[in-house]
């Protein structure tokens, strides 16, 4: 084999993975945000969870990138990790379907594929088309880069090395650890599983070889997975590990089962007598839904062993306790009357979780706790679900046939929930700056931190009379609220000043005197959306000294 060859393999290889690479980001810019919306209201039902696994990564043609979604809503808590492993298991069927696809031979085709795909990314204007396009294109791609590497391995079948290296792949133990290696540094098991087809079309590669590729493969292809995985929570990483779990599971199942019962790759041949690229490709479908019946009996022993192995810490329990609503029950099964009810128990609930974050959030800007960031974020993800989660049933409620008092309750009861959550980003903001700035103590001076310590318990002050005045709809204490909150404004000008005095002479560091104004411009905020949360609920008509 000349280095000509090599080099065309090569080229074939990196035009495939890149055909591949454009067809996923085609097909995600096109259906992406509403399979991200599918995924992020997936079933508890686990059957539901699977289909819809194989749904989105047939539509995105990317079992890494539906992996990534589902590791980002777990991440969230969105998710919990046994609707994830549904996805997970669905996303292995999934990915079987690109295989299926390259078992037929559409090279002289992708001239035209290419052609038809340039056409409508460079001359349509519509996004929608563009996004099309470029699906097109990829795929042409991939199928001239299949072309290329059939073409520049026929050589191969008369070089001694490789004739040497594919007997030992004769073994299942190193040709599962060679699909293992090989999809890690692919980064795809559908690139992987394409590739030994084509091996196997030339004649290189036994079918029984390719068998255990494929299934090592799998394993491999959750390496980019883990790797995303080291910048999640705790949470985060269970999900990948999760998934590499299954993926180990599936392979010793698999390899058991056909050194148990050989005859069941002979049946798998007789589907598609004389074509081994479709034998590939079915075998590969075949087992994907094979292990996943398999697995479906042992989702929580599965999740259990992952939570085993990176075991759940008290703060993690703190938020699962948290991280659920007390209150509201299914809008459609309660009197409006007593669901508005059960609403205000629970806003209320989100509202003081937090103001308490904003506090946290102070303590921690100032201190050397790195435990306080995150005990913040994670309160922050939990007021972002409550977020979630209550808007939806106000939505359910708003649906019902209501009273025009009570429609109003329900529509202002909305507007108190993204103003508690704007509380809870306020206080996200500030640990941030934390990490800019360190520990606070060292940038600013002692006159800056003094202000912004008081600016802070101003702003609490406020908060905790405008949730207050909510919760009670004790609006004959509106009007200290409104002091208070004035207070908080008058602070921010006199805090301003302060700093311009300072910056003037010199005695202030130019970054901390960034966040030092973002700070108080963060604490005004909150005290801002608190008066808005006080006075939501306030009748039409009703007449109250604040207008804002």
């Known amino acids: 084999m000349s280095a000509l060859h090599i080099f065309a393999l090569l080229g074939g290889v990196g035009l495939f993975l890149y055909g591949m690479t454009m067809m996923s980001s085609g097909l995600q810019n096109v259906a992406g945000d509403k399979m991200r919306d599918i995924l992020e209201h997936v079933a508890s039902n686990r ?30 808590g969105l998710m919990t990790l046994l609707q994830a492993l549904g996805v997970i298991l669905g996303a292995n069927i999934g990915t079987t379907v690109t295989a299926q696809i390259t078992a037929f031979d559409l090279t002289a085709f992708a001239p035209f594929l290419l052609f038809a795909g340039v056409i409508m990314y460079l001359f349509m204007k519509k996004t929608t088309i563009k996004y099309s396009g470029t699906i097109i294109m990829g795929f042409g791609m991939l199928f001239v880069g299949i072309g290329m590497i059939k073409q520049a391995i026929l050589p191969l079948s008369n070089t001694q090395w490789f004739i040497d290296f594919m007997t030992g792949l004769s073994n299942p133990l190193v040709a599962v650890l060679f699909g293992v290696a090989f999809t890690a540094l692919l980064q795809s098991s559908s690139s992987a599983t394409v590739i030994f087809q084509a091996f196997a079309i030339q004649g290189l590669l036994e079918y029984r070889s390719a068998v255990y590729l494929v299934v090592g493969a799998a394993i491999g292809s959750v390496f980019p997975n883990i790797l995303a995985s080291l910048t999640t929570n705790r949470n985060g990483k269970r999900a990948a590990l999760l998934n590499l779990l299954f993926n180990i599971f599936r392979a010793v199942f698999l390899c058991t089962l056909i050194g148990i019962f050989p005859q069941i790759l002979s049946l798998i041949q007789s589907l598609s007598p004389g074509d081994v690229g479709r034998q590939i490709a079915n075998t590969h479908t075949i087992f994907a839904i094979i292990a996943v019946l398999v697995a479906l009996p042992f989702f929580e022993p599965l999740v259990k062993l992952t939570e085993r192995l990176i075991p759940v810490l008290p703060e993690e329990n703190r938020s699962r306790e948290e991280m659920q609503l007390l209150y509201m029950v299914d809008p459609k099964k309660t009197l409006p009357a007593v669901a508005l009810r059960q609403a205000m128990l629970e806003i209320t609930r989100m509202g003081k979780m937090a103001r308490d974050n904003l506090q946290d959030a102070m303590e921690c800007f100032f201190s050397k706790d790195d435990e306080l960031v995150t005990k913040v974020e994670d309160t922050e993800s939990i007021v972002d679900y409550l977020t979630h989660e209550i ?9 019902q046939e209501l009273s025009e008092s009570d429609a109003f309750r329900v529509s202002k009861l909305m507007l108190v929930v993204s103003n508690f959550e704007r509380i809870s980003d306020h206080a996200e903001n500030i640990i941030e700056y934390k990490a800019k700035i360190g520990s606070g103590k060292d940038m600013l001076s002692k006159s800056a931190r003094k202000e912004l310590k008081e600016m802070t318990e101003a702003s609490l002050q406020s908060l905790d009379a405008s949730i207050e005045v909510f919760e009670n ?8 609220a409104q002091e208070l909150e004035e207070r908080v404004d008058d602070l921010q000008d006199q805090l301003t000043a302060n700093h311009v005095k300072r910056l003037m002479k010199g ?42």
């Open 391 to 399: 808007t939806d049933r106000l939505v359910d409620l708003r649906s």
């Open 473 to 480: 709809e004790d609006f004959e204490k509106l009007d200290y």
């Open 47 to 76: 059957i539901m969870a699977v289909v819809l696994g194989v749904v989105v990564t047939v539509l995105i043609q990317s079992s890494s990138a539906t992996d990534m979604m589902v590791i980002g809503f777990v991440n969230s």
């Open 507 to 548: 005695k202030c560091d130019a970054m901390a005197g960034v966040i030092y104004t973002d700070i108080i411009t963060d604490l005004e905020r909150c005290s801002d959306h608190g008066i808005n949360i006080a006075t939501a609920l306030i009748a039409p008509g009703m007449r109250f000294r604040y207008e804002k």
